[in-house]
């Protein structure tokens, strides 16, 4: 698994987020904001966790930009972003290319489009990328403190609460440095996100059209064959 494909899996954490810009500058916390104690952060962070705890399930399409240090040029793409309470989770990329990553019970599949059709793909470092993705389920469940077994975490408050996570694991630290997060302290909802990598490079990612509480096709969430854009039926292997 490349560097890439790990940090756009991560890139799925965000649960509510708008269509604000990339953050950018440094991680340190500057005026007008204030880094708050720790029995301040966790009292956020159990707000935050009331609200996502009342989502069971999330549609959401999604603009994805990837921001290089040593280039102007921003690499795009487009996708869909399915998660299904308690642990089911698609990515989809669908412009320029197409590819779906699943997790689903623990494990994990990954599909390519090649020559009109779905191939799965090997991932390499699964295990690693396995344990990743547990992560992200832990926070889209709310589960704060596990999470902070992973990340060290700060926060502070200004015109909406700021929340940076730095792994704790140095493997993991070698393809991410920090997740910062703008909360809106009206409704405690995550609305930007910025994910850092060591050697400067950035993604930024907007939602819209968000879909909460909705059945979700199980398929989608298949692992050997998994319902594709081009069929109804989950024909993996046959092109348009």
Same mark, same amino acid.
């Given at each position: 698994?490349?560097?890439?494909?790990?940090?756009?899996?991560?890139?799925?954490?965000?649960?509510?987020?708008?269509?604000?810009?990339?953050?950018?500058?440094?991680?340190?916390?500057?005026?007008?904001?204030?880094?708050?104690?720790?029995?301040?952060?966790?009292?956020?962070?159990?707000?935050?966790?009331?609200?996502?705890?009342?989502?069971?399930?999330?549609?959401?399409?999604?603009?994805?930009?990837?921001?290089?240090?040593?280039?102007?040029?921003?690499?795009?793409?487009?996708?869909?972003?399915?998660?299904?309470?308690?642990?089911?989770?698609?990515?989809?990329?669908?412009?320029?290319?197409? *590819? +779906?990553? =699943?997790?689903? /019970? %623990?494990?994990?599949?990954?599909?390519?489009?090649?020559?009109?059709?779905?191939?799965?793909? !090997?991932?390499?470092?699964?295990?690693?990328?396995?344990?990743?993705?547990?992560?992200?389920?832990?926070?889209?469940?709310?589960?704060?403190?596990?999470?902070?077994?992973?990340?060290?975490?700060?926060?502070?408050?200004?015109?909406?609460?700021?929340?940076?996570?730095?792994?704790?694991?140095?493997?993991?630290?070698?393809?991410?440095?920090?997740?910062?997060?703008?909360?809106?302290?009206?409704?405690?909802?995550?609305?930007?996100?910025?994910?850092?990598?060591?050697?400067?490079? *950035? +993604?930024? =990612?907007?939602? /819209? %059209?968000?879909?909460?509480?909705?059945?979700?096709?199980?398929?989608?969430?298949?692992?050997? !064959?998994?319902?594709?854009?081009?069929?109804?039926?989950?024909?993996?292997?046959?092109?348009?």
């Amino acid at each position: 698994m490349n560097r890439l494909s790990r940090i756009l899996i991560l890139s799925a954490l965000i649960i509510f987020i708008s269509s604000a810009s990339l953050l950018h500058g440094s991680e340190k916390f500057v005026e007008p904001y204030r880094e708050l104690s720790a029995t301040e952060r966790e009292v956020i962070l159990a707000r935050v966790t009331e609200n996502v705890q009342s989502v069971k399930s999330i549609k959401a399409e999604f603009i994805q930009e990837r921001h290089m240090a040593m280039f102007l040029d921003v690499l795009s793409a487009k996708g869909i972003l399915y998660f299904d309470m308690p642990d089911k989770l698609r990515w989809e990329l669908t412009e320029p290319y197409a *590819s +779906i990553l =699943i997790f689903s /019970s %623990g494990n994990v599949a990954k599909f390519n489009r090649e020559k009109g059709k779905y191939v799965r793909m !090997n991932l390499g470092m699964e295990d690693m990328f396995r344990e990743s993705l547990r992560q992200i389920i832990s926070i889209m469940r709310g589960d704060f403190k596990k999470v902070q077994k992973d990340y060290n975490i700060s926060m502070a408050h200004g015109v909406d609460y700021r929340l940076v996570m730095r792994p704790v694991s140095t493997r993991m630290a070698e393809v991410i440095k920090s997740l910062d997060l703008s909360i809106d302290q009206r409704s405690n909802y995550v609305t930007k996100i910025i994910i850092r990598e060591p050697k400067g490079d *950035s +993604i930024e =990612i907007r939602f /819209s %059209g968000q879909e909460e509480n909705i059945a979700l096709d199980q398929r989608l969430f298949d692992l050997s !064959n998994p319902l594709t854009p081009d069929h109804s039926g989950s024909t993996l292997n046959k092109g348009k």
